[in-house]
Structures are given as structure tokens and as C-alpha cells.
């Protein structure tokens, strides 16, 4: 999910089961945001039950570029929760980041 029109038709098509349009549009809003601040994205899926009010997106980042990442992404307006995980054996080499965005 590189370019911002492919990083929409791709959430369209994988959220219109859970999300109104009007939903759709202010989540695609939220990750296109994140990515323009340098964030490529693993994997994005609603989360919630019984209706889904937010996406986790799966990223990593290198060892040293933690810090700033966390600073970056504390000031998106829609940030519910940010999980890190180190990665690699048997010495971290990166860290993965599950980061929770809502409805605005």
C-alpha cells in the first residue's frame, strides 16, 4: 500500500462490510495521515465487537527509530492505544507496533 489511491481503494474494499461511508472516509482520512508522516503499514483490520469502532494498523520500525516514532504518532488526533513488541532472535533487531485509531 504505497501510493495514497491505493491505500484508499484497499481500505474501501476491505472495511464497507463494518463501516458507513461517511466512516470509511474519516478512517481512510486517519491512515493516509499516518503514512504521510513515513508509516508503511503491514496489515490494517477493524477492531471492536460487535460493531468495530476502530483500526489496528501493523507497522514496524528499525531499533533506533522507536523514539521517534512514538513522537510522531502521539499527535494524530484519532490515537486510542499503542502496543510495541520487540522483534527478532536473539537479538532484537526491530520493533513491531500495533497502533489503535477510532471514529472520530
Known sequence: MSKP??????????????YTKEQIAGLTDSVAELHDMG???DDIFPD????PDALVLKTSVPMAGLEEAIMK????PEL??????P????????WR???RVGLK
Not at 80 to 85: L, T
Open 97 to 99: 507496533m500495533h497502533v
Open 39 to 41: 508509516f508503511k503499514f
Open 87 to 94: 522483534y527478532g532472535i536473539p537479538m532484537r533487531d526491530l
Open 5 to 18: 489511491t491505493d491505500l484508499s481503494t484497499a481500505l474501501t474494499a476491505r472495511l464497507r462490510h463494518h
Open 48 to 51: 471492536g465487537i460487535l460493531n
Open 73 to 76: 504518532i502521539q499527535k494524530h
Open 80 to 85: 486510542r492505544h499503542i502496543e510495541i513488541f
